[in-house]
């Protein structure tokens, strides 16, 4: 029997999903986010249309982005393939929600989240489809209770769906938000998954609803502890000089950025997770014994946050 891909109630969900995150983040903000609806051209290669929300110069986001779109081509691009050569040739469907917010008060982290659906058809066969998706955390001046915080919330989405899938997930995400070229973690990790297709497609559909559901819970309570702490000019400087890392890693291994811009799509919202300032420093390390070395010696190093007192 044929498995049935609503398509449409997976649309909805997202639709409603980014409605959401963008109300509450604004309304502890206190600015709203300005909505971009855009359409895919006729000629283009990749047909589809989105709606990317965007709050810059807010009152505590610098910059944040929300972004849906719903997206179809007649040819994969390599960076969907390289896992599934099986599915080269097909045509296919993507969907999805990702956001990335950045705040200008360097104690409070920046986050990432996305989930996702994906359909690959061919003529006269089963159509291959999956979900992805995940939350993770980037601190520049780490807090054990926010990390354990963020990791508790992602389990209890998790749980109910298995519970093997939280520490699975989350050593997927410690492995994949990895910076090879720097021999350094993004972050403090999340959960992060892709392929997901076992527990069938109304199961492995709810198992993504709960982590998107989860996002608010994991991180607002986060920035609303940390937005208003006193800050230097130095401890701007190393969050800056940190957000080179977030630009690193999302041009040279972030799946999602590859497939969009191979596949054709819109480059305004697969960029709109970029810092709005970063910098760059030749060789700079950390003086020994300040927060800012802190961060390398405690928080970027995977571990197991809920195992620790």
Not at 17 to 36: C, E, W, Y
Not at 82 to 99: D, H, K, Y
Not at 251 to 267: A, P, V
Not at 286 to 294: K, N
């Amino acid at each position: 029997m044929a498995t049935r891909i609503d398509t449409q109630a997976v649309k909805n969900y997202l639709l409603g999903l980014q409605d959401r995150i963008t109300s509450a983040t604004a309304a502890l903000d206190g600015k709203s986010f300005v909505i971009d609806s855009w359409e895919k051209p006729k000629d283009s290669k990749l047909q589809g249309y989105g709606r990317t929300c965007i709050l810059e110069n807010g009152n505590i986001l610098e910059k944040g982005g929300v972004g849906f779109s719903h997206v179809s081509g007649n040819q994969l691009p390599p960076a969907a393939t390289q896992n599934r050569p099986e599915i080269t040739g097909r045509s296919f469907e993507a969907m999805g929600v990702s956001l990335v917010f950045h705040p200008r008060n360097p104690k409070a982290p920046t986050t990432h989240m996305n989930v996702r659906c994906f359909i690959a058809q061919a003529p006269d066969q089963e159509p291959v489809w999956w979900f992805g998706g995940g939350f993770d955390l980037t601190p520049y001046y780490g807090v054990d209770t926010d990390c354990k915080h963020f990791h508790q919330t992602a389990k209890d989405a998790l749980d109910p769906f298995g519970a093997e899938l939280y520490p699975r997930f989350k050593k997927w995400c410690d492995e994949y938000f990895y910076l090879k070229h720097r021999d350094e973690p993004r972050g403090i990790g999340g959960i992060f998954f892709d392929d997901f297709n076992e527990l069938g497609f109304e199961k492995s559909f709810a198992m993504m609803r709960a982590v998107g559901d989860s996002l608010i819970k994991a991180y607002l309570p986060i920035l609303e502890r940390r937005y208003q702490e006193p800050y230097t000019q130095a401890e701007r400087d190393f969050q800056e000089y940190r957000r080179g890392r977030y630009v690193e890693y999302n041009l040279i291994f972030d799946r999602g950025t590859i497939f969009g811009l191979q596949s054709g799509g819109r480059s305004e919202s697969i960029l709109m997770s970029m810092p709005p300032v970063v910098t760059w420093k030749y060789n700079w390390q950390p003086q020994a014994g300040t927060p800012e070395a802190r961060l390398y010696e405690r928080y970027l190093k995977p571990r197991d946050w809920l195992a620790e007192a």
